[in-house]
C-alpha cells in the first residue's frame, strides 16, 4: 500500500519536477499582488490589533493561496484525467487500492500548496513582514493543504465537466478566500453569516496561522476541525473512487 | 481462461447487457463484433473490472471478478478504445508508472520496457513526449503498455481504428505473435475482415444480446458458401447457396451485373444483424 502511494505520488513529482521552474514563477504573481495591494497601499495606514496590517494579511494570505494551490493542483488535472484524457483509468485497472490512489493525489497536492506557500513566506519576508514560523505553524499549513488538496479530489470525482469545476471554484472557493478571516476578522458580520463563516475550513487555518504567528495560545480546536474535514473528504474520495466503477 | 454466465449490465432503466454467458479458451483469440451500441464495450469494461455488473459471474485466471479483483487487474492487460496515454509524461514514463501500478521489481522492469519499445519500434523515441505521437504511436505504445506485467488476457477494444493499413497490418502481426506465445484475446472491432483474419471464434452481439457464437468459417457456412450479389432499383442484394453450380445458374437468370463470391464473415453479420431487410 506504501508503495502503491509512493507510485501515485511519484508520477505527479515527475511532472512537477519538469516544470518546476514555471511553476514557481507563476505562483509568484498573485501573492506579490496582494502583498503590493493589500499589504502597501491598502495597509499602510491600517492597524490590527496593535500590529501593521501587512503582518495580519499575510498568514490570511498563506491561507487562502495554500488553498487554492493544493485544490487546484488535484481537481483541475484529475478532472480533465477522469473526464476528457481516461487517464484515470490506468490506476482503475491497476492492481492498487481506491485509498493508496487518493492518498498519494491528496499528498502530491498538498506538496505543491507547501512549496508555493514556501514562496509566500519568502516573498512576505523581503516585502517586511514579521512573523515567527514554528513546527505548529508547519502543521497548521500542512493540514490546511490536506483538507483542499482532498476537497479537490472530492470535486474532481463529483463534477462532470471542467466548467462545473470552474462553478465550483466560483461558488466555494472565491468566497472562502474573501470571507474566511483572510483580510479581516469577520467579527462584525451579522450573527447567521459569522455562524456559517465559522464552519467553513478555511476560517480555521487562517485562525490557526495568525494564532501561532502572533504567539498566542496553540488553535488545538482549529487544527482538529481542519483534521476532521480531511477524514471526511478522504473517505468521501475513497467512497467515489469505488462508485465510479458502478 | 475467460468464464462469463448470465452476466446483466443495467444502467438506469436500460438494459446494456443482457443475459450474457459465454467462454474463452487459453491461448484463443476471440472476437467480440455488432453494431455500435450492441454493448461491446460495455461487456469489456466488465471483464476489465472497469464496470461491475449487475448480475451473473465472471470468472477469469480462475477467480471470480467479485471476491479477487485484484488478482484479475494483475493477470489482465487492457488496450482501450481511446487514447489514454498520461501526456504529460514520456513512453518509457508511461511504462514505468504502469509497471510500478503493477509492483514489476525495477531491475525486470527496465529489461521489459526496453523489450517492448524495441517490440513496438518505438525504442528511439522513448524519452520525447507522448504528446507529439501520431496515432498509430499511441496505439503501439498502448499495446507495449498492456503487456509490460505479462498479462496471462489482453483485452483490446477497436484496436485498430483510424489507423493506416500498413499499421493495422503490423498490429494484426504482432496479435497473432502474442496468441502464438499463448496469450488469451478478446478483441472487439468494427472491421469484419479484422475478425475473420484473426479470430478462432467470434461472437456477434446486437442489442445487448448474443446472437451467435462459432468461427468465421461456420458462421459463413450457415448461409451458404457461394454469395451472388446484384444491384436493382431497390439497392444490393445478396442472395446465399450452398452450392457453386447453383449459384451460378442463378446467377445467370438475372440481367444486371452481378457477382459471385464466397461468403464472408461479413455476409454473416449483415445477416444475422438484420440490418439489411431480406429481398
Known amino acids: 500500500m506504501l508503495y502503491d502511494i509512493w507510485t501515485v505520488f511519484w508520477r505527479d513529482w515527475l511532472v512537477l519536477k519538469r516544470r ?59 478532472n480533465m484525467s477522469r473526464v476528457y484524457h481516461k487517464t484515470l483509468e490506468e490506476y482503475l485497472i491497476a492492481p492498487i487500492s481506491s ?23 519568502l ?32 470535486a474532481a470525482m463529483v463534477m462532470n465537466t471542467h466548467e462545473d469545476m470552474a462553478n465550483f471554484n466560483t461558488y466555494v472557493l472565491l468566497p472562502m478566500s474573501f470571507l474566511c478571516a483572510t483580510f479581516f476578522i469577520p467579527d462584525h458580520l451579522p450573527t447567521v453569516l459569522r455562524w456559517l463563516i465559522e464552519f467553513l475550513p478555511l476560517t480555521h487555518a487562517s485562525h490557526a496561522l495568525r494564532a501561532i504567528v502572533s504567539g498566542g495560545e496553540t488553535p488545538v480546536f482549529s487544527l482538529f476541525i481542519m483534521a476532521a474535514y480531511i477524514t471526511a473528504f478522504c473517505g468521501i474520495g475513497v467512497w467515489l473512487m469505488e462508485k465510479v466503477r458502478e | 481462461m475467460i468464464h462469463i454466465e448470465n452476466f446483466s449490465k443495467k444502467f438506469g432503466d436500460r438494459t446494456a447487457v443482457d443475459n450474457l454467458s459465454l467462454k474463452i479458451a487459453k491461448g484463443e483469440i476471440f472476437g467480440l463484433l455488432g453494431p455500435n451500441g450492441a454493448g461491446k464495450t460495455t461487456t469489456i469494461r466488465v471483464l476489465t473490472m472497469l464496470t461491475r455488473p449487475t ?10 471478478a467479485s471476491h479477487q479483483e485484484q488478482h484479475i487487474k494483475s493477470v489482465i492487460g487492457v488496450v482501450p478504445q481511446h487514447f489514454n496515454l498520461d501526456s504529460d509524461l514520456t513512453p518509457w514514463e508511461n511504462l514505468e508508472l504502469h509497471g510500478r501500478l503493477h509492483h ?9 520496457i526496453e523489450e517492448l519499445l524495441k517490440f513496438v519500434e518505438l525504442e528511439d523515441r522513448a524519452h520525447e513526449m507522448v504528446q507529439k505521437f501520431s496515432g498509430g504511436m499511441k496505439r503501439r505504445l498502448m499495446i507495449a503498455r498492456a503487456l509490460l506485467h505479462q ?58 444480446r448474443l446472437i451467435a457464437i462459432d468461427t468465421p468459417m461456420e458462421l459463413c457456412q450457415r448461409l451458404g458458401s457461394y454469395a451472388v450479389e446484384w444491384a436493382d432499383e431497390e439497392g444490393t442484394k445478396t442472395k446465399f447457396f450452398a452450392d457453386r453450380n447453383e449459384a451460378s445458374a442463378f446467377a445467370a437468370t438475372l440481367v444486371t451485373t452481378t457477382t459471385l463470391r464466397q461468403t464472408n464473415l461479413e455476409d454473416a453479420f449483415v445477416e444475422l444483424t438484420g440490418r439489411k431487410v431480406a429481398g
Request: aromatic fraction near 8%; charge should be positive.
Open chain 1, 20 to 78: 518546476i521552474g514555471r511553476f514557481i514563477l507563476s505562483r509568484m504573481v498573485s501573492p506579490i499582488l496582494y502583498l503590493v495591494a493589500f499589504g502597501w497601499g491598502l495597509g499602510r495606514n491600517i492597524q490590527v490589533n496593535q500590529g501593521s496590517y501587512l503582518d495580519f494579511i499575510v498568514p490570511g494570505i498563506i491561507a487562502l493561496n495554500s488553498m487554492n494551490i493544493s485544490f487546484n493542483s488535484v481537481g483541475s488535472p484529475l
Open chain 1, 99 to 121: 485509498m493508496s490512489f487518493v492518498i498519494g493525489k491528496v499528498a502530491s497536492g498538498a506538496l505543491r500548496g507547501l512549496l508555493s506557500s514556501l514562496i509566500i513566506i
Open chain 1, 123 to 154: 516573498l512576505a519576508f523581503t516585502f517586511g513582514a514579521h512573523a515567527l514560523i514554528t513546527i505548529w505553524f508547519a502543521i497548521a499549513l500542512v493540514l490546511n493543504c490536506l483538507v483542499f488538496a482532498s476537497m479537490g479530489l472530492v
Open chain 2, 55 to 64: 448480475a451473473g459471474k465472471i470468472v477469469i485466471d480462475g477467480c471470480e
Open chain 2, 104 to 112: 514489476m521489481v525495477p531491475q525486470v522492469r527496465n529489461q521489459r
Open chain 2, 151 to 208: 498479462p496471462k488476457v489482453l483485452f483490446l477494444d477497436e484496436p485498430t481504428v483510424g489507423l493506416d493499413p500498413q499499421v493495422r497490418r503490423r498490429l494484426w502481426d504482432l496479435i497473432r505473435h502474442l496468441k502464438n506465445e499463448g496469450l488469451t484475446v478478446l478483441l472487439t472491432t468494427h472491421y469484419i475482415e479484422e475478425a475473420e483474419n484473426l479470430c478462432q471464434r467470434v461472437a456477434i452481439m446486437e442489442k445487448g
